[in-house]
């Protein structure tokens, strides 16, 4: 009977063996929390340009002669919009975004990110077209 139950274990630990050894992990899931849509009508010059001039227009950043896109105030948005950054009416799918939000590496604003309040506003204004206004 003793021969019989060790069998028994010893089938199992192999079977366990085989189990154990043949998982493993082909995809990483990011899980982000969504993104509030903040519902106000959103303006690029009142808004969303002074993020950019107080968290990524800075030196060494997304400046004239740093990193693209440039988001100096006065070329910031056709920098955007000329480098295929924002897809109007439709954040989730805004290279921008993904920065953002984790899901591009690096997030932004560097050491800052994600900023549920800057998320809010560009998200809310890439939903409402992404205009110049």
């Given amino acids: 009977m003793l021969g019989k139950i060790t069998l028994i274990i010893i089938i199992l630990v192999i079977i366990g063996m085989f189990a154990i050894t043949g998982c493993y992990k082909t995809t990483t899931l990011v899980l982000t929390p969504p993104v509030s849509q903040d519902t106000t009508t959103i303006s690029f010059s009142v808004d969303i340009q002074p993020i950019f001039t107080s968290s990524c227009a800075l030196s060494g950043c997304h400046v004239a002669g740093a990193k693209v896109p440039n988001l100096s105030t006065g070329v910031s948005y ?56």
Avoid: C, E, H, R
Wanted: aromatic share 8%.
């Fill in 78 to 133: 056709l920098s955007l919009q000329n480098g295929g950054y924002v897809v109007a009416n439709d954040p989730d799918n805004s290279q921008l975004m993904l920065w953002l939000t984790g899901k591009k590496t690096p997030g932004m604003p560097l050491g800052n990110s994600p900023n549920p309040v800057i998320n809010a506003k560009v998200s809310a204004w890439i939903f409402q077209g992404a205009k110049n206004n």
